[in-house]
Each structure stands twice: as structure tokens, then as C-alpha cells.
């Protein structure tokens, strides 16, 4: 998932889209194609994961991901616009969120220090080729042996044809390549034991705390995302083993590499998580749960997938026609109306 920098940023480019797209005509889904991302995969640098397969995290300190915590959007959640911590100092909100961070501060140590809060991770790594928008998953780096399919979404807005219509297949080395390139997949949580707490202090009528260890809960998750990324592109994948970057480069994703999310603009079809779910074997593993509408179970969690291309970009779907929700339903085994409930802040006709 994204960090909160690039959520933002998710934010303007959708707005530009609004503003823009009377002046954006749409492709057919045949021309995007041959306009997708192609780099140089004669060059390619494809780096092989320590491990291939599922592994699990139990023993996650939170002491060092609260070490992690982007302050920012923990402010944003209690609905105070503004960036840490500047915000402390902020003339008109400084006072109050000064108060709102120290009782922050008290809460977190009292999570920490009785482990209120347990942390857990899973992340596996996959031979993978893509084929069109699709990413094929296998079970031997001899690309014999299919595992699963993860289906993608193609930008179909006419950027000109010297602009790329990216699809996040693009970041894997194609099938007429003949390169094995791989694929991580994950899903971590900082909320088991969130849902005692919060109805221990609902019994109290304390809201404020409610509220505030659900915000904290998402915050350390967050964290763990980005701990987890670190992790895998220093050592679990190993394709950045000199990456030195400090916390406000990690917050502003200074590094190689993307995890894009379900749910978000690059991969805005929540149901991509039901196979990631279910690859990963996520529910056993950890304890964490999808609801029959993709929401996930304790909240705070966050899953995705890694790709490690040094041109992998986050970017947005934005609107698309139904030549291409009628070839994603096909690729899916859905129906079109299926495709177009789960897919409708995206259709363009």
C-alpha cells in the first residue's frame, strides 16, 4: 500500500483527471495495449529473492515500528489538515494538536509496554511473467507450472502516444521475454487485540481512547508496511542492499521499487485480494480476515504486492471503457455487471 505522501499525490492526480478529462478522449483497449510501458528487459536487472514461497512474522517489535510512525496522517484521521511537526507549532492548531499528540504518546507507551497490540506479517515471493495485463504466478522458476493470476487494470486515457498507458503488469518481464522475473505478495496487521481495547473503553464510555487506539493501531500498521518493504528490498529480496535512506525518505518513498494495494488507483479492483488471500493463506497465517465486501478484518492492515522494476511508478487507472471491462470480466470469470459493481468510480461510459 502506498504511503501517505503517495495517497495524496493519488489525490491530485485524480482531481487533475476531473478537471481534465473533457480533454482526455479515451482509447480503445487494443490501442492502449500497444502503447503500454515496455522497458529493456534484454537489461533488465532481475534480481532472484532469498526465498520463494510464504514466509511469516510473528515477533515484531512495536517499540521499533512506532520508531516509524508517519505523524502526518495520524493528524489527518482526528480531521487537523497540516504536516508534522510543523503542525505542533501551527498558530490556530498547535495547541490542540500538541495535546492530541502527547495523549498519543501515553497511549503508545501503555501499548508497548504491556503488548496491547500484536504485530504480524506475511510476504511471499513468486516466479511471475506477465501476459498482456495479466501477471502469471508459478510454482518453479522454470515458468512451467501455473499458481495463480493476478488480473490488472490498463490506463486507457489518451496521454499521447509518446506517453506510456500503464498497466502494473508492465513491471513484469513478459512471457515472450523468456525471463523468469518474480513477484512478492503481502499482508501485515498492528491490530490483533485492537478490537478488546476499543470495546474496553466503549464499556467505559471513553470514545476519545477508542478512537485513538484506532488511529494508532492504523498508524503502527502503516509502519509495518513500510518496515516490511524495507526488509524485503535490503534482504528478503535483496535487490537494494546498500539502500541507507533516513525516516522522511522512507515517508517519501525514496527508494526503488512499489507495493501497490488493492483497492487503490493503480489497482482499483478489491476483489484482486481474494487470490492474494488465499496465495498467502493469509486468515491462518496471521489472523486476519476479508469481509464478503474485500474490507479487511482487524483494519488495521494493509496488503499488496512488490515490484522491484527500478521504473515501477504508482499511477491511476483513472476511467476506462467497456471493451476493457468486458476483456477483464473474461480474464476474471466474471460477469460484466460484476465488473462494473466493484469497478464503478472507474467506468467511463
Given at each position: 500500500m502506498p504511503s501517505q505522501a503517495t495517497r495524496d499525490e493519488y489525490a491530485q492526480l485524480r482531481e487533475h483527471h476531473l478537471n481534465n478529462r473533457s480533454n482526455r478522449p479515451l482509447l480503445d483497449l487494443a490501442t492502449a495495449r500497444s502503447r503500454c510501458f515496455q522497458p529493456d528487459w534484454e537489461q533488465a536487472d532481475i534480481v532472484k529473492p532469498s526465498f520463494l514461497g510464504a514466509k511469516v512474522f510473528n515477533d515484531i517489535s512495536l517499540g521499533s515500528l512506532a520508531e516509524r510512525i508517519d505523524w502526518s496522517p495520524f493528524f489527518h484521521a482526528w480531521e487537523m489538515r497540516g504536516v508534522y511537526p510543523q503542525i505542533l507549532n501551527d498558530p490556530i492548531k498547535g495547541k490542540e494538536a500538541t495535546k492530541l499528540f502527547n495523549d498519543a504518546q501515553t497511549m503508545l507507551r501503555d501499548i508497548?509496554?504491556?503488548s496491547r497490540l500484536t504485530a504480524r506479517a506475511v510476504l511471499g515471493f513468486y516466479p511471475a511473467q506477465s501476459i498482456d495485463d495479466d501477471i502469471m504466478?508459478?510454482?518453479?522458476k522454470q515458468c512451467s507450472e501455473v499458481l495463480t493470476v493476478f488480473h490488472t487494470l490498463r490506463q486507457q486515457s489518451d496521454k499521447g502516444a509518446s506517453r506510456p498507458c500503464y498497466a502494473l503488469a508492465d513491471f513484469i518481464a513478459p512471457l515472450e521475454s523468456g525471463k523468469c522475473d518474480?513477484?512478492?505478495c503481502f499482508a501485515v496487521t498492528a491490530g490483533i487485540g485492537v478490537d478488546a481495547l476499543v470495546a474496553r473503553y466503549e464499556a467505559e464510555h471513553d470514545d476519545y481512547s477508542a478512537i485513538m487506539v484506532k488511529a494508532l493501531a492504523d498508524r503502527l500498521a502503516e509502519a509495518l508496511a513500510e518496515f516490511m518493504h524495507e526488509q524485503?528490498?535490503?534482504?528478503?529480496?535483496?535487490?537494494?542492499?546498500?539502500e541507507d535512506l533516513d525516516n522522511e525518505a522512507l515517508i517519501k518513498e525514496k527508494y526503488r521499487g512499489i507495493r501497490p494495494a488493492p483497492g487503490y488507483p493503480a489497482c482499483?479492483?478489491?476483489?484482486?485480494?481474494?487470490p492474494?488471500?488465499?496465495?498467502?493463506?493469509?486468515?491462518k497465517r496471521i489472523d486476519?480476515?476479508?469481509t464478503e465486501n474485500f474490507a479487511m478484518t482487524p483494519t488495521a492492515a494493509v496488503s499488496g504486492f512488490y515490484f522491484a522494476h527500478p521504473e515501477a511508478t504508482y499511477f491511476t487507472v483513472g476511467k476506462i471503457l467497456r471493451d476493457q471491462v468486458e476483456d477483464y470480466a473474461a480474464r476474471k470469470g466474471m460477469t460484466v455487471a460484476e465488473v462494473e459493481r466493484w469497478l464503478r468510480p472507474n467506468l467511463g461510459y
Open positions: 508497548i509496554t504491556h504466478l508459478y510454482t518453479n518474480y513477484l512478492g524485503v528490498r535490503k534482504v528478503y529480496w535483496g535487490y537494494a542492499p546498500d482499483p479492483d478489491h476483489t484482486e485480494k481474494g492474494l488471500f488465499e496465495l498467502l493463506n493469509v486468515p486476519l480476515h476479508l
